[in-house]
């Protein structure tokens, strides 16, 4: 989901003509990055993890109003043909805390790891923030830094260091600040 234009999908085509082997793609924007998974759900090369709240209880829905379920949901969204497999959604309930989502996240990690990417994106939006008016998370900071701090290494090990991280979405100011603060200090510490 993105506004005008699918930047991040942009410079991925991109390079896939640049770089020998996997890309990947990792997405912490508290919506799904469907935009991104279509476009490249039979591309094999680009490894995608994407944490998100499920669509189920987000714009349009709400916790106090869910959606009908979806079957299948998004965690079966694998990508198709040669690239089946490749790709790995994680749709988290409302309220998810840091705690939970760091298990989750030991998932995606694993997953991204296992295809030595040699070269990483990562689109860390801050919109699951607790206090986000869109969302309906209880994410702190602390976990935006964690898990930047996890794919710079990832970077590092296979990619040599290669890392492009995008912004993301984020609804309230201060949380902006703070989330992307400590994107900062994850990735020059
Ligand atoms: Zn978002």
């Known amino acids: 989901m993105y506004c005008l234009y699918n930047d991040p999908a ?3 085509q991109w390079l896939l003509g640049q770089v020998d082997g996997n890309l990947a793609y990792i997405d912490i924007d508290v919506h799904r990055g469907d935009g991104v998974y279509t476009l490249f759900e039979s591309e094999p090369r680009v490894v995608i993890a994407d944490l998100h709240e499920h669509p189920r209880t987000l714009f349009p829905h709400s916790p106090s109003a869910p959606g009908p379920v979806s079957a299948p949901g998004p965690e079966a969204l694998r990508g198709v043909g040669p690239a089946r497999g490749s790709k790995l959604n994680v749709p988290l309930p409302p ?3 840091d705690d939970a989502y760091l298990e989750r996240w ?3 990690e694993a997953f991204i790891r296992r295809a030595a990417p040699r070269f990483v994106v990562l689109v860390s939006g801050v919109d699951g923030l607790q206090g986000d008016p869109l969302s309906h998370q209880c994410l702190s900071p602390r976990v935006i830094g964690e898990v930047t701090r996890r794919v710079r290494a990832i970077a590092d090990e296979s990619a040599e260091g290669r890392l492009l991280v995008l912004g993301g979405g984020g609804y309230d100011l201060d949380n902006v600040a ?3 603060s400590a994107v900062v200090e994850a990735l020059v510490s």
């Open 95 to 97: 309220r998810t805390d």
């Open 10 to 12: 942009i410079v991925l």
């Open 106 to 108: 030991e998932e995606a």
């Open 178 to 180: 703070a989330g992307w």
